[in-house]
Every structure is written in C-alpha cells, then in structure tokens.
C-alpha cells in the first residue's frame, strides 16, 4: 500500500514539474549568491555609518579623527577572521573611547602625539589580554563583570560621554576639567553658546531619533553628517570643524612607547574585559534569537586580534559595536564576510578622506549623545532593589564611584568589580539553618553552601537545640537547601552525625546533592573511610 501511494504521487510530482518548470529548490550556488550580496550590502551600509561614528568617537578618546578613521579599517577585516558571531562589526564604541580617555589623559595631553602612541600601545594591551583569555579558553573571566556592576556603570558611562559632548554640542569652548564639570560650566555660561552649533546637534538628535521612528535603516548618522558638511560648505558655518585629515592608509609601525607598558597594564585589562561585555552581549542576544551557537572564547580572540592590527596600523582601542552590529545584520549580513566588507570599503574610502573636514565638531558631538543616551537608564539599577538589596549597593556604588572619579573611570570599575566579590564572599559566608522539633523528633535543613568557612556553624546549632530539647531522640539532617558540599563540611558533617549518635538520637541523614553524594557516602561509610 506504501508503495502503491508512492507511485501515485510521482506522477504529480511530475505533472507540477512540468506545469512551472522555473521552480526549482535553490541550489548551493544559489545560497552562495545570495549571502555574498547580503553581505556586501550590509558591509557597505555599516561602513556609511561606521565612517562618522569612527570620527566622533575618536575624539571622545582624545584621538585626532584619522585615529578613529584607521581603527575602522584593518581591525574589522581581520576580526572577520576569527569571529564566532556572523553579525559583530567591530571599531570604535563609545565606552571603550571613554575609558581610553581616563586612562591616556592624565599621562599626556589629548591629541599630542605622545597620547596617540599612548593609545596604540593601550590597544596593544588590549588586544594581547584578549587574545590570551581566548586562547587559554578563559572566556568565564569576562563574567566578572557582574551585571549589578554594569547595571551602575553602563549608565554613569553614559552620563560622563554625554557631558563630555555638551561643550562641542553648544559651541563653548572646552577647559581641561572632568567632563562633568566641562558640562556644568557651559551650561552656566548660554553667552558662550554657539547658536549655529545647538541647532546642528539638536538638528542630528532629530535625524537619528526620528528616522528610527520612519525605519529602523534609516541612515541618520550620514544623514546628518552630510548635512553638517553642507552647512559648513554652503552655508559658511563658522564654528569648530574636524581637524585635518590625512588622505592615505594606515601607516604600518611596530613603534610603540614600550618603557609606558607598566603603566597601561591596569587600565588595558579592565577596557579588555569592560569593552568585551558589549560584544560578549550583541553575539549572545543575535546567537539566541536565531537559535545558533557562539563561542565567547573565539569572541575574545577575534576582539583582542582586532585590537592588536589597530595598535600596528595607527588606530585606537576597538571593540563591538551594538548600533553597527545591528545595521548589520538587518541590512542582510549572512557570513562573518560582511565585516571583512566594511573594513575594505573604509580603507578605499581613506584616500578620499579629506572630504570630512568641513564637518563640524557639534555634528560629531550630536552623534555621540545619541548613540549613548539610550544606555542611560536608571529603572533596572533601581529594580535591584526589590530583588537584592545587597547587589543594589553595588550598582549604586559602581555608578557614584564612576561619576566621582571621572575621567578616570577604570576606577569605578575596578571597586565595583572588588564589591561584587566582597558581596558573593558574604554570601558564601552565610548559612542559614532551619531548625524543627516535633515531639521527640528534630529537623535541620541547612540553606546555603557548605565548606570549609560554614561547616562548624552546623554543629553548633546542633549543640546548642540538644541543650534546649533534651527530649528529642532522633535527627533528621536535610541537606536539599545545600547548593554544594566540600570535603571539609562533609568531615563536620560526619563529626556532627557521630555526636548525634553518641548523645542518643537516631540520625537520617537525606536529599544529599547529587554532586557531593560520592565524596559524603565515601566519608560516612567507616569501610571506605580515606580518613580512618
């Protein structure tokens, strides 16, 4: 009968072969095709956005524009090499260009040249730490970042890059003071504002704010780069442009301030693991979304070889950039090709460079604050509340260090990280344990994890409920609140059941975890005692 239906269906088969004979299944080649034109088209939209971006996060770095032009080039086409997500563009990113700022700026004035080649050996930092976190498959490094730490730091990043940009956004001239106090002072001061210069940046919030609203592609970055370029061109904009722009590509050189290494260490190992969080998140979100797997640790490789070609080829500290990743991937991206697209169609464009220099600085400032605004909120620190009061305190703490030690937010960072451990290690401390009498029967179920450092809390509470309940005869030790026990609680524990035993009671011992069964079984039958 099987065989009978088998022979029907050819026929028709056949006969709709025959009725279109253009449709086909799409063939290797096919599939082939279409993934290299999606991504040459993703490719080239990023690099349309990415080309701005690169000069206005420059020069939140302290980087004169071509810094940022270089890092948009070489650093995606090799990333494209080992990354794991078919999305990630990688360049410069708004946090990692802050924390570059807080590390370089107190070593030598912004846009010197001894602060560019502070920068390309920062990046060099960067990338080697990366790259040896990816290599030794150390990727679970990054989740020091703990997201009570990033939940307060994220936002006061935000804060500190969107006061750094109110200068250049009103026109006023900057000082040498923390980007709060740059805020604060100009607005104080509307009589130095630049009218010109607001309208530019109020003009960019609307383009990039409000083409989102017509399309999620609309290019609102170009748009309002272009539109700074003719202001300056036609309309004969007098205020702050972007500096002058060499027309080459990016020069090749191993010569880097190799005596300042020491002192770039701290700050290069919290921007590889800070900056990593973005990348580490835009992969992790595309990945789940499209049901495909990543790899945190090839991640890490990809990010930190990209870093290492910007320190040789006169870029900036780079990683992965949320808004490109995204223009990516709805632009039709498919393969880890489209990122190798966007950096060769930056470096065509370098010769032609100069054609940016008409752009004013309140554009470049616009830019930036739109791009970081969104990071700036507050509601999910403040949900941490309700949640645990403890990680509330870190998130606020992280946020008010970050904004008190600004610019040299790595700071913040490195207490947050340090009140994240403190708060796990109170954690770990603590032991609750449950105490049940029922006639002459006692219950003890512990809650939390037993080791080395709560193992004796146990036999106390014992001692102390068989000083006051002299009647009990029997125990009943319920062990299923316990996330873990060490060889060290499973000795107590032993301990514990003897005296138990010795003062009379009758002891069950239950719902021990699966993963410490082996070594408490091993423990508490005297015939296979390791200790006796």
């Known amino acids: 009968m099987g065989r009978r239906g088998l022979r029907r269906l050819d026929p028709r088969r056949r006969e709709l072969g025959r009725l279109d004979p253009g449709h086909r299944a799409p063939g290797r080649r096919d599939l082939r095709r279409r993934d290299l034109i999606g991504d040459l088209v993703a490719g080239l939209s990023v690099a349309v956005v990415g080309v701005p971006q690169a ?32 999305y990630l ?25 001894h602060y560019v080649e502070l920068g390309l050996m920062l990046a060099l930092v960067v990338g080697v730490v990366r790259i040896a976190l990816g290599t030794l498959r150390a990727g679970v490094v990054a989740y020091l970042m703990s997201q009570p730490m990033l939940l307060g730091f994220v936002p006061a990043a935000a804060v500190i890059i969107v006061a750094s940009q109110v200068p250049e956004a009103l026109g006023a001239e900057s000082t040498g003071d923390a980007p709060l106090e740059q805020a604060a002072r100009s607005l104080a001061h509307p009589e130095r504002w630049e009218p ?17 609203r017509l399309h999620a592609l609309f290019p609102g970055v170009l748009a309002a780069a272009a539109l700074g370029i003719l202001a300056t061109v036609l309309a004969g904009y007098g205020g702050s442009t972007v500096a002058e722009i ?3 590509l990016p020069p090749i050189s191993a ?57 040789f080829t006169g870029g900036m500290p780079c990683g992965g950039s949320f808004s490109r990743s995204s223009v990516n991937r709805m632009s039709g991206a498919r393969t880890r090709l489209s990122g190798a697209v966007t950096g060769v169609a930056v470096l065509a464009f370098l010769p032609f460079a100069s054609i940016l220099e008409p752009l004013p600085t309140a ?96 036999g106390d509470v014992l001692l102390e409920v068989l000083a006051r309940e002299r009647h009990v005869r029997s125990l009943r030790l319920d062990l299923s609140g316990v996330g873990r026990v060490d060889t060290t609680a499973a000795i107590a524990i032993r301990g514990l059941i003897g005296d138990a035993r010795r003062a009379g009671l009758e002891v069950r011992l239950e719902n021990v975890p699966p993963r410490s069964m082996a070594l408490v079984e091993g423990l508490l039958r005297p015939e296979r005692d390791p200790l006796m």
Do not use: C, H
């Open 55 to 86: 000069l206005a996060y420059a020069d939140l770095a302290g980087m004169p524009p071509v810094q940022g032009l270089y890092a948009t080039a070489m650093p995606p086409l090799v990333a494209a090499l080992f990354a794991s997500s078919p």
């Open 89 to 113: 563009q990688t360049g410069p990113v708004a946090i990692t260009s802050l924390l570059t700022f807080g590390a370089l700026s107190a070593q030598a004035p912004p846009g010197s040249d």
């Open 196 to 212: 010109a210069a607001l309208a530019l940046a109020l003009l960019v919030l609307a383009l990039v704010f409000g083409g989102r």
């Open 246 to 248: 060499p027309e080459s």
């Open 255 to 311: 010569a880097l301030p190799w005596s300042d290494l020491p002192r770039l260490l701290v700050p290069g190992g919290v921007i590889a693991l800070v900056g990593f969080a973005e990348a580490a998140s835009i992969s992790r979100r595309f990945a789940s979304e499209e049901r495909s797997p990543w790899s945190p640790d090839r991640e890490f490789v990809s990010q930190g070889a990209a870093n290492v070609t910007a320190a």
């Open 363 to 458: 554009v470049l400032g616009g830019i930036v604050i739109a791009a970081v605004l969104p990071l700036i909120r507050l509601s999910p620190m403040l949900a941490l509340w309700r949640l645990s009061p403890p990680q509330f305190g870190v998130a606020v703490v992280t946020f008010a260090a970050t904004l008190a030690l600004s610019p040299r937010i790595e700071r913040g960072v490195l207490i947050g990280i340090g009140l994240s451990l403190l708060v796990f290690l109170w954690r770990m401390l603590r032991l609750d344990v449950d105490v049940t009498v029922d006639g002459e029967a006692i219950e003890l179920r512990p809650r939390g994890v037993l080791w080395f450092a709560t193992a004796q809390k146990l």
